[in-house]
């Protein structure tokens, strides 16, 4: 089954750091562009960052550049967020999400495999 | 404020047709695809259509997208209570370098 797992959100304080994990299963995690997409609490959808499949591109929104880096572990089939100086605004439900593609950009089919969320929680 | 507009509701009853618009610019829909997503709350944005008019598998063609210049909208037919979600359009950000999404619609089926 194809799967995608988000862990660890959790509370944090502002100016602190957070580092998101997505553990890939049931597909060929090299094959594949990932995004993270979050959504605030009544808010819509906010893509927040991507990579390509080799690492070789990399994305983000201008709301998190600089303070976010997103990587993956091919050996381990993960993609990660490091969140660093966290804002209040940061706190979301925060998706991993497939690119049905291997590069980011306007070639994509679309991102078709996504996890259940991860929430992040910013506040003193 | 996102950079592609979509009107915050919609409704229609059981059985209508109902359109969603996505404004944009050249530099995002212009010139790219583009993607609508499906959303119910508590659960996964479930991908509608890709390259702007394309159904993934298992999508039913009651759902169609469109594009024109730099607007697009997403159609649903023979509306059903199951249609009730959120739906976001997307597409790539030449200028940006970067993936957007519009603000969401709301869609209430009477």
């Known amino acids: 089954e194809v799967q995608l797992v988000e862990s660890g959100g959790g509370l944090v304080q502002p100016g602190r750091s957070l580092r998101l994990s997505c553990a890939a299963s049931?597909?060929?995690?090299?094959?594949?562009?990932m995004h993270w997409v979050r959504q605030a609490l009544g808010k819509g959808l906010e893509w927040v960052s991507g990579i390509s499949w080799n690492s070789g591109n990399i994305a983000y929104a201008d709301s998190v550049k600089g303070r976010f880096i997103i990587s993956r572990d091919l050996a381990k089939n993960s993609l990660y967020l490091q969140m660093n100086s966290l804002r209040d605004e940061d706190t979301a439900l925060y998706y991993c999400?497939?690119?049905?593609?291997?590069?980011?950009?306007?070639?994509?089919?679309?991102?078709?495999?996504w996890g259940q969320g991860t929430t992040v929680t910013v506040s003193s | 404020q996102s950079v592609l507009s979509q009107p915050p509701s919609a409704s229609g009853t059981p059985g209508q047709r109902v359109t969603i618009s996505c404004s944009g610019s050249?530099?995002?829909?212009?010139?790219?695809?583009v993607y609508w997503y499906q959303h119910l709350p508590g659960t996964a944005p479930k991908l509608l259509v890709y390259r702007n008019n394309q159904r993934p598998s298992g999508v039913p063609d009651r759902f169609s997208g469109s594009k024109s210049g730099t607007s697009a909208s997403l159609a649903i037919s023979g509306l059903r209570s199951e249609d009730e979600a959120d739906y976001y359009c997307?597409?790539?950000?030449?200028?940006?370098?970067?993936?957007?999404f519009g603000g969401g619609t709301k869609l209430t089926v009477l």
């Open positions: 050249s530099s995002n829909i212009g010139n790219n695809y």
């Open positions: 999400a497939r690119d049905s593609w291997l590069d980011l950009g306007s070639g994509s089919f679309g991102m078709d495999v």
């Open positions: 049931g597909f060929t995690f090299d094959d594949y562009a």
């Open positions: 997307a597409t790539w950000d030449g200028s940006l370098s970067a993936w957007v």
